[in-house]
């Protein structure tokens, strides 16, 4: 048991910064915490948890004393070695999320957030190249359209 | 090939980490998009990670194993060296595909108001 009230504490960390991320999006909208996102996430990488936690039992880079942890495993790891990754998918994200103190101004970089666009409105650029990001109220960045897709034809007329 | 034994995992560690880099810088998604936060994420993430590694260890609940393929270098008692190039791998890795899977999905939501905007303006699709 104590490795799972070792890791209830920063669970609930997590947990907390998660949720104070989340409340915070509606006074930064543009900088919102995708939680889709966070569902991607964290099915990458519970899996990949899965995968490789038991690689390195079985191949011996760690071990586990049997009288603090529940006993309860996945093949060869604790179930409660999933608690870090899910700390991790909680966490990084929501602290990235509200350290984003950046505000709508012209040259703002595109592609910096995990944004999600508001419905109604759309990104003044095609980017198809996935590091660009679609902010709806910042001009485009001069020259960058036609730098990545010479076909888009002449130039939109900035708004 | 056994004197390379010690450094399978770290070399494991550091492939995976050069991955993350190239990610990260190809695509703009933490270092590479706002190094100062990311400063900050991956420190703060790391240092979480640590302390609840002396935790553990220290109640006993995780030692490192009995391994020819770690380098026996220690930061701490039963603290490989290479649990803190792990650990730092492991706040880029769910940085990259948090931040990835969040412009993809963005995108993907973007493009049909786009072309449909576009088309309104007159412009080929």
Same mark, same amino acid.
């Given at each position: 048991m104590t490795y799972w009230i070792i890791n209830a504490g920063f669970l609930a960390a997590a947990a907390a910064l998660f949720a104070l991320a989340l409340r915070a999006d509606r006074r930064r909208p543009r900088a919102r915490l995708s939680r889709t996102a966070s569902l991607i996430t964290a099915l990458v990488l519970l899996t990949l948890t899965a995968v490789f936690d038991n690689i390195m039992i079985a191949v011996g880079l760690v071990a586990y004393g049997d009288a603090q942890i529940? !006993?309860? #495993?996945l093949g060869l790891m604790p179930?409660? %070695?999933f608690s870090y990754t899910v700390f991790a998918v909680l966490a990084l994200p929501a602290l990235w999320v509200l350290l %984003? !103190? #950046?505000? =709508? #101004?012209? !040259?703002? #970089? =595109? !592609?910096t957030q995990p944004d999600e666009p508001r419905p109604g409105t759309t990104p003044p650029e095609p980017e198809p190249?996935?590091?660009?990001?679609?902010?709806?109220d910042a001009p485009p960045r001069p020259g960058h359209p036609q730098l990545e897709? =010479?076909?888009?034809g002449p130039p939109r007329d900035e708004r | 090939m056994s004197a390379f034994e010690p450094f399978a995992y770290m070399a494991c560690l550091l492939f995976s980490m050069f991955g993350m880099l190239m990610l990260d810088w190809r695509h703009r998604l933490f270092w590479f998009a706002d190094p100062r936060r990311a400063a900050v994420v991956h420190t703060a993430g790391v240092a979480t990670f640590l302390v609840w590694d002396a935790f553990g260890i220290g109640f006993g609940v995780f030692f490192r194993g009995e391994?020819?393929?770690?380098?026996? *270098?220690? /930061?701490?008692?039963? /603290?490989? *060296?290479e649990e803190l190039l792990f650990l730092t791998f492991l706040c880029w890795l769910t940085m990259n595909v948090h931040t990835g899977s969040a412009r993809l999905l963005a995108h993907r939501r973007a493009r049909p108001a786009e072309r449909a905007l576009r088309a309104e303006q007159g412009e080929d699709a």
């Amino acid at each position: 048991m104590t490795y799972w009230i070792i890791n209830a504490g920063f669970l609930a960390a997590a947990a907390a910064l998660f949720a104070l991320a989340l409340r915070a999006d509606r006074r930064r909208p543009r900088a919102r915490l995708s939680r889709t996102a966070s569902l991607i996430t964290a099915l990458v990488l519970l899996t990949l948890t899965a995968v490789f936690d038991n690689i390195m039992i079985a191949v011996g880079l760690v071990a586990y004393g049997d009288a603090q942890i529940s !006993g309860i #495993r996945l093949g060869l790891m604790p179930v409660e %070695d999933f608690s870090y990754t899910v700390f991790a998918v909680l966490a990084l994200p929501a602290l990235w999320v509200l350290l %984003d !103190g #950046r505000r =709508p #101004r012209a !040259g703002a #970089r =595109p !592609g910096t957030q995990p944004d999600e666009p508001r419905p109604g409105t759309t990104p003044p650029e095609p980017e198809p190249e996935p590091e660009a990001e679609p902010e709806a109220d910042a001009p485009p960045r001069p020259g960058h359209p036609q730098l990545e897709h =010479p076909q888009s034809g002449p130039p939109r007329d900035e708004r | 090939m056994s004197a390379f034994e010690p450094f399978a995992y770290m070399a494991c560690l550091l492939f995976s980490m050069f991955g993350m880099l190239m990610l990260d810088w190809r695509h703009r998604l933490f270092w590479f998009a706002d190094p100062r936060r990311a400063a900050v994420v991956h420190t703060a993430g790391v240092a979480t990670f640590l302390v609840w590694d002396a935790f553990g260890i220290g109640f006993g609940v995780f030692f490192r194993g009995e391994t020819p393929y770690m380098t026996g *270098v220690q /930061l701490a008692p039963e /603290l490989p *060296v290479e649990e803190l190039l792990f650990l730092t791998f492991l706040c880029w890795l769910t940085m990259n595909v948090h931040t990835g899977s969040a412009r993809l999905l963005a995108h993907r939501r973007a493009r049909p108001a786009e072309r449909a905007l576009r088309a309104e303006q007159g412009e080929d699709a």
